[in-house]
């Protein structure tokens, strides 16, 4: 690697010369040195930067020493679906993959458009590989929906890995994915390309310890006729960003992105999304409810971009809500819209609050302790969030329920 590209991150940290060293180890490529340099052009996000100020990961990630818990369960995890794991040693792949699904390893390293839009999925793209491929393309036609699993865990100082999907038209891909954490930082890149007609439902499980830092950026292109329905449950860690971007590309594009979080003491949980409607006559609809403990931190950040002639006829709605559990959490949201185009339909809502008192009280009345009054409501108020994960709602309601009742 060049001085110049390393002297681009000014006065770096332990752990970003830790990561320095660690792209100069890999395989010399040109497109790899082109994304590490748009990570370096900020290095880790922090506080400086406006659209991380409250996820700084800067501070957050002082070295890449690999923490020493266990890798949380996975409660995703399905008979007779296909799983592909990823480790700080590589991905694992089962030996037997579901009709209509084609995986294809590459050595070399694959172009990334809008690098410097999302510096940890670029850092996420420059540091996978090594002992293994650097990208894993995924193939799915069109035929029966394939179901897909995966899961991202340590143990390990950094888990770098980059998964491209390809959706052929018409195609359907169910995919889960359980991100457990387990090492300093995880990053990861998860790039959709839907072709016309194909119908994508992505359901993610984010989890991590008070010592970890992980960074889910997903990349999202639609063409015409092309649906996404993607459903997050995200329990934080000591800084996470689960962040997505998506672009309806062609007319008649749908795009529904719910998520829940829940955060704990010293943890935090940061949901971003970005959606630019690049064609007339798109939909996305957008859910997102959180709970925050004392000490805790939640962060919503969405914003619908609407140029003035392709984003004609848009109808766009995004609703975040929060709750502060308890005295000391806190909650930052920044919802925004971008709106050019003069024939549209786009709304966005805020709100954050305490538990309904009155609410408590009826079902205190009726004998129920309040530690499960609590998690009742609570679990009640997020659940819109989590409807569309089909058959992962109940795991992921469970999940939010065990949480709710020990945390309370």
Not at 51 to 56: E, H, L, Q, V, Y
Not at 89 to 114: E, H, R, T
Not at 241 to 263: D, F, M, P, Q
Not at 381 to 406: K, Q, T
Request: hydrophobic share 45%.
């Amino acid at each position: 690697m060049s001085t110049a590209l390393k002297d681009m991150i000014r006065n770096p940290t332990v752990a970003e010369l830790e990561l320095v060293a660690r792209y100069a180890a890999l395989k010399a490529d040109a497109r790899r040195e082109r994304l590490f340099e748009a990570f370096a052009q900020t290095g880790l996000p922090g506080r400086r930067i406006e659209g991380w100020r409250w996820t700084d990961f800067k501070a957050a990630l002082t070295s890449l020493d690999a923490p020493k818990v266990a890798t949380a369960r996975d409660p995703l995890a399905r008979d007779g679906v296909a799983t592909l794991r990823f480790t700080p040693s590589g991905y694992a792949a089962p030996k037997a993959l579901p009709a209509g699904l084609k995986l294809l390893a590459k050595d070399d390293v694959q172009a990334m458009g809008g690098a410097e839009d999302a510096p940890l999925g670029a850092l996420a793209a420059a540091l996978s590989g090594g002992r293994t491929p650097a990208t894993l393309l995924v193939d799915v036609s069109a035929g029966v929906p394939v179901h897909l699993h995966m899961v991202f865990e340590g143990p390990g100082a950094i888990n770098a890995a980059r998964v491209v999907f390809l959706l052929r038209p018409g195609a359907e891909l169910h995919l889960s994915e359980s991100h457990l954490g387990g090492a300093a930082l995880s990053a990861s890149l998860i790039e959709f390309t839907l072709n016309k007609d194909a119908r994508l439902n992505r359901t993610v499980y984010q989890i991590g310890g008070a010592g970890e830092a992980q960074a889910i950026t997903a990349l999202i292109e639609q063409d015409a006729g092309a649906e996404s329905v993607q459903t997050v449950l995200a329990f934080g860690a000591k800084v996470a960003r689960i962040e997505t971007r998506l672009v309806h590309r062609e007319s008649g594009s749908k795009a529904t992105l719910n998520a829940a979080y829940l955060a704990g003491a010293g943890l935090q949980a940061d949901i971003t999304t970005h959606v630019r409607h690049g064609a007339p006559s798109c939909i996305t609809g957008q859910v997102t409810k959180g709970a925050v403990l004392d000490g805790g931190r939640g962060v919503f950040q969405g914003k619908f971009h609407v140029p003035r002639t392709a984003g004609q006829q848009t109808d766009a709605s995004m609703q975040h809500k929060a709750l502060l559990l308890e005295e000391g959490a806190e909650v930052f949201a920044k919802p925004e819209l971008e709106i050019l185009a003069d024939d549209v339909q786009c709304a966005h809502g805020n709100t954050s609050g305490a538990l309904d008192a009155a609410q408590l009280f009826y079902l205190r009345q009726r004998g129920i302790p309040l530690v499960q009054a609590r998690a009742l409501l609570t679990e009640a108020f997020i659940a819109e969030a989590l409807e569309g994960a089909g058959a992962l709602e109940e795991a992921l309601r469970a999940e939010a329920s065990a949480w709710l009742n020990h945390a309370a």
